[in-house]
Nanobody
């Protein structure tokens, strides 16, 4: 089991920056990947960014060049630096972890509670 707790959400003006952080605990040694999803009103939850245990990063096209994801294994945290924010970035952001247990080899998904990010024009 992995527990995820997000922080850093809030209100920011368009063009500004915000940094989200997620602390995870539990079976941390079995985590294969951690990342961020977001869900805007009336839309489905979508991937924002993800980083694997090998350090490979993937970003949604809408945030490439503006957002960056980083992971600190020693502190068991993953951060999302968001720059040049737009109104379309307004959403609830969720921290995500994919865990693969050696006993089964199958992935399990875990989610944080979400944090609100609002970008005003």
């Amino acid at each position: 089991q992995v527990e995820l707790v997000e922080s850093g959400g809030g209100l920011v003006q368009a063009g500004g920056s915000l940094r989200l952080s997620c602390a995870y605990s539990g079976s941390t040694s079995s985590i294969h990947a951690v990342g961020w999803y977001r869900q805007a009103p009336g839309k489905e939850r979508e991937l924002v960014a993800i980083i694997t245990s090998a350090g490979r990063r993937n970003y949604d096209d809408s945030v490439k060049g503006r957002f960056s994801i980083s992971r600190n294994n020693a502190k068991n945290t993953v951060a999302l630096q968001m720059n040049s924010l737009k109104a379309d970035d307004t959403a609830v952001y969720y921290c995500y972890a994919q865990v693969v247990y050696s006993s089964t080899g199958w992935p399990y998904d875990y989610w944080g509670q979400g944090t609100q990010v609002t970008v005003s024009s």
